[in-house]
């Protein structure tokens, strides 16, 4: 089905009151580039739009997501590692919010879902005028301003890596954990050393904080980025003032500040 065929126009109840384009705005039409190429027009004539986006550390934050919530199930870690009980925890806080980031930035989740997150749409909306405006401003000629914005997506080598790290810490665990049941019930022990606690403390912490710094540093860059836009359109709108609008600005609603700028 063609574009136009979509629209189930009714030709039999309104074609009287369709008339064609003048010559003029047909040849306007014709010297506009074309809002779709050939295969967007053909994937909107085959109503086959999506699926072009994936999120590239998908799958392996839930790897780790599955090895943080095998360790947090084992019987009497609460009780008897509570300090790897709380780490591990924490990390499970990390790959959900993780997961949503990059399903955000990676353009898979709606921008709908949380308008106030960077997106990919609007990241990449943002990061062309700031690209634009450092290459004028301070020479800056690589895809930084916008790269800046995506970083957690780079990250997939790095988060496998420590995943498989630490996946022996659930059978390190589940093995160290005596029970020890009375007529009071059942408490709960561990026989791992201080060294060996702190190394799978450490293990679970490194990789929540590099789940935690490349999202939080995506959305620190994203917000800066869109202060520096903000700012451009507050400077845009005295560039190249005409003279009524200088005339405006000089003697009614210019601050000395603005006039000191527009008139040097």
Known sequence: MSIFGKLSFDSANTESVVSPLSNNVISTMNQMPPLLNDWQQADSNNSVVGGYLVNPVANVTQGVWNTANTIITIPGLQEALPDIYLTVNNLRSSCNNFIRHTNRISGVSSM???PLEPHYSTAIGISKIV???????????????????????????TLSTMNTSISSY??????SILATSDEFGT???????PTQITT?????????????????????????SRAIVNEYNILKQFSNPGQSEIYLL???????????RINS
């Open 112 to 114: 709908s879902d949380e």
């Open 131 to 157: 690209m634009y405006i450092v290459f004028r401003s301070d020479g800056i000629q690589n895809n930084a301003p916008l790269m800046g914005n995506f970083t957690s997506l780079t990250v997939n080598d």
């Open 170 to 175: 659930s059978s390190t665990m589940t093995h």
């Open 187 to 193: 408490t709960y022990s561990s026989n791992l050393t």
């Open 200 to 224: 799978i403390t450490s293990g679970l912490n490194s990789i929540k904080n590099v789940m935690d710094t490349r999202r939080t540093n995506d959305v620190n860059f994203y917000n800066n």
């Open 250 to 260: 000089n003697n009614y609603i210019g601050t000395e500040k603005l006039k000191s």
